[in-house]
């Protein structure tokens, strides 16, 4: 059976370019890059290369980026490192719509004594500006808000929020994860001091990540350990990992331009072809500016995760923010941040797009998925009733 | 990924029986939309009393669906009293079994099939009298009890799994503990009659059980723990930890830990201690 993956948000497949690029780094240049001989050597520089690459996607310098194991271990090491810098200011400012890597990072910070500040977001996932200045205090540490959200893809006006924070004196971090590799990151515009990323998400392997930190800011280490990553970041270099790293994030700045264009023809057909094709559809955040290959949308009347089901035994893969696909009993807190009804929610599918999708995989979903939903809401005892009081 | 059983994914799949009986004699609606699943049954009796037909119409998850094509297999051409006796463990074991968070799957059908049948005697829901616990999920007292009883539980997680009950805004969980606290002292572990043969889900489940309700607790007081190993057939893998580990006595102990599950699951098992 052919797999139609759109759970590119999720993970992506590890570009064959970047395996061929990695695999001598097991086997051949396999040193230690603080090994004084010539294998270290050679490591130490396919390392310092890579960082530069990554250095260029993001338009920062290549001393401002720190390896770290993942986009949770950044998101971690930023707010934590930046925290306990600062001790003497005990407020801290994000949304109710990041990620779990800095979403249930908030009850530890509340238990520690940290006031924390939610922001808000409209029903189409847009921040709340005013009450982002109006929750500014002289006491805030730090701002962390998301560049773009996983879920809907929403994008914040990231310029515009750094630049109300920035103008506080306060330190603002970003979980950009989404949005590196999908959309532009000029580091030399956008005046954030951090910013994390993830490799598997642009098509490098899982298990590599990235903590930008501008020159200057202060932030104490997350992990204690050797020199590495110039003390911020203790441990030995995943050399194979950083250099796959590094041909990813080559390949995300050689192709996004034309690869995000082509990928919001993509997502923008799919999402108009649902719409034409199947009645009682909401598109989440149709109203706000989102990433180019993201698209979530509530099935009314149909549950997440038998949807999922039904079109994974086609071959098709997406995702969920329904109670029941997590293992919890409430559907996702992006969405019920959205004030999206929860009888929508549980019926929330999320279709991302890659750079391995193509148009015909497009219309093979757009083919099956009417069918699938129509098969469930016949099921549902809820769809019925729905014509009949539409009938009367 | 949640690893559902063939059987599982199966009614799910090709689900039996879904619809709706016009003339039905007993209908039983539970669940909602906002909750994230509802099950409607209809049941057609005969005058002998007997479950001639059955339909239903689902709005949830796969096990949601695979459950309530179960709950229709399992009560057709039962009589009212046999159905009344059909637990949500039957449902679930007939599945080949549920992962734990999907538990509250089978006690929907199981609530939902009292829900008929009361509605076919023309009675009124007794659970719907019973006081509200969680009112995210709208769970009642008498409905948690039946599920702490039936299935054996003893934590507050497992409720939730079983009942929902508790999973919203967690205003509820001193009332679901209070709950756990006041059973535990009421009832026993559910002893199966002896002569019933278990089936190995069945067997590895009363050993569970049986330890952590009874057996743990005593270890407890002295300072010791136990955690099981393993279950292969009728040998049941122990390992002893805290005080219990070298203590000269751990072999009076392995025999006292036999004996009670002897006596709570089956006269033919063996126990076992594995040092690691």
Same mark, same amino acid.
């Given at each position: ?151 809907? !893809? ?61 020159? !200057? ?69 149709? !109203? ?32 969920? !923010? ?71 | ?132 616990v969680c009112e995210c999920f709208g769970v009642t007292q008498e409905e948690i009890e039946r599920a702490i009883r039936e299935n054996g539980l003893t934590t507050r997680e497992q409720v939730t799994h079983y009942t929902k009950a508790g999973g919203g805004c967690g205003s509820c969980h001193e009332r679901i503990e209070e709950i756990l606290a006041r ?94």
């Amino acid at each position: 059976m052919k797999v139609v993956y759109m759970d590119n948000n999720a993970t992506t497949r590890v570009d064959p370019l970047v395996v061929q690029e990695m695999l001598p780094f097991f086997t051949e240049t396999y040193g230690n890059p603080s090994s004084m001989h010539l294998v270290g050597a050679r490591a130490q520089k396919a390392v310092a290369q890579a960082r530069e690459k990554v250095a260029q996607l993001l338009n920062a310098h290549p001393d401002e980026i720190v390896f770290t194991s993942c986009g949770t271990e950044s998101d971690n090491a930023a707010i934590r490192g930046v925290l306990e810098a600062s001790p003497e200011k005990r407020h801290l400012v994000t949304t109710r719509v990041e990620h779990p890597a800095v979403w249930n990072q908030i009850p530890y910070l509340r238990q520690k004594g940290y006031r924390v500040t939610e922001l808000r977001v409209d029903r189409e996932g847009r921040l709340d500006l005013e009450h982002l200045k109006a929750s500014l205090t002289d006491d805030t540490a730090l701002v962390s808000i998301m560049f773009a959200n996983n879920e809907t !893809g929403v994008i914040f006006p990231l310029e515009e929020v750094a630049q109300i924070v920035k103008a506080r004196g306060i330190v603002f971090h970003t979980d950009a994860v989404q949005a590196v590799g999908k959309i532009p990151v000029d580091l030399s515009k956008l005046p954030v001091d951090l910013l994390s990323m993830s490799g598997h998400k642009i098509h490098a392997p899982k298990g590599i990540g990235v903590l930008y930190i501008r020159r !200057g800011t202060k932030v104490a280490p997350f992990m204690i350990g050797g020199h590495q990553e110039k003390g911020r970041r203790g441990g030995t270099e995943n050399v194979p990992y950083i250099v796959g790293l590094g041909k990813a994030a080559e390949i995300s700045q050689q192709e996004l331009s034309k690869e995000s264009m082509r990928l919001q023809g993509l997502r923008d057909k799919l999402e108009h072809g649902i719409l034409e094709r199947i009645p009682r559809v909401l598109v989440n955040g149709k !109203g706000a500016e989102r990433l180019p290959n993201t698209l979530s949308c509530c099935f009314e009347y149909v549950e997440g995760e038998s949807l999922l089901l039904l079109l994974s035994d086609l071959g098709i893969c997406a995702s969920s !923010g329904s109670a029941c696909t997590s293992g919890s009993l409430e559907p996702s807190h992006v969405l019920r941040a959205m004030g999206i009804p929860y009888t929508a929610a549980h019926g929330s599918v999320r279709f991302s797009l890659g750079r391995f999708n193509t148009e015909e995989e497009v219309d093979f979903v757009l083919e099956n998925l009417p069918g699938i939903v129509e098969r469930l809401r016949q099921i549902s005892p809820f769809w019925e009733r729905r014509a009949e009081v539409s009938k009367g | 990924m949640w690893e559902y059983t063939e059987k599982v994914m199966d009614h799910f799949r090709n689900p039996r029986n879904v619809g709706v009986i016009d003339d039905a004699d007993g209908v039983g609606e539970v669940g909602s939309m906002a909750c994230g699943d509802a099950l409607t049954l209809y049941i057609k009796v005969d005058q002998q009393g007997r479950i001639k037909d059955a339909k239903f119409q689902t709005f949830g998850c796969a096990s949601a669906i695979a459950s309530s094509s179960a709950l229709t297999e399992l009560i057709k051409g039962k009589t009212i009293e046999e159905a009344l006796k059909i637990t949500n463990q039957d449902i679930a074991d007939y599945l080949g079994g549920l992962p734990e968070q999907k538990m509250h799957c089978s006690v929907m059908g199981r609530e939902a099939l009292l829900a008929a049948i009361a509605n076919y005697k023309g009675q009124s829901r007794e659970s719907l009298a019973s006081p509200l616990v969680c009112e995210c999920f709208g769970v009642t007292q008498e409905e948690i009890e039946r599920a702490i009883r039936e299935n054996g539980l003893t934590t507050r997680e497992q409720v939730t799994h079983y009942t929902k009950a508790g999973g919203g805004c967690g205003s509820c969980h001193e009332r679901i503990e209070e709950i756990l606290a006041r059973l535990k002292k009421e009832v026993p572990v559910v002893a199966l009659p002896a002569q019933r043969r278990l089936t190995n889900l069945q067997k590895m489940r009363l050993v569970e059980e049986t330890i952590e309700r009874q057996i743990r607790p005593e270890l407890q007081k002295d300072g010791g723990d136990i955690e099981l190993v393993d279950v292969e057939g009728n040998r049941v893998m122990v390992s002893l930890r805290g005080v219990c580990t070298g203590c000269p006595s751990s072999n009076i102990t392995i025999k006292g830990i036999e004996q009670k599950l002897k006596e709570m699951v089956s006269q033919d098992l063996v126990v076992e201690e594995v040092r690691q």
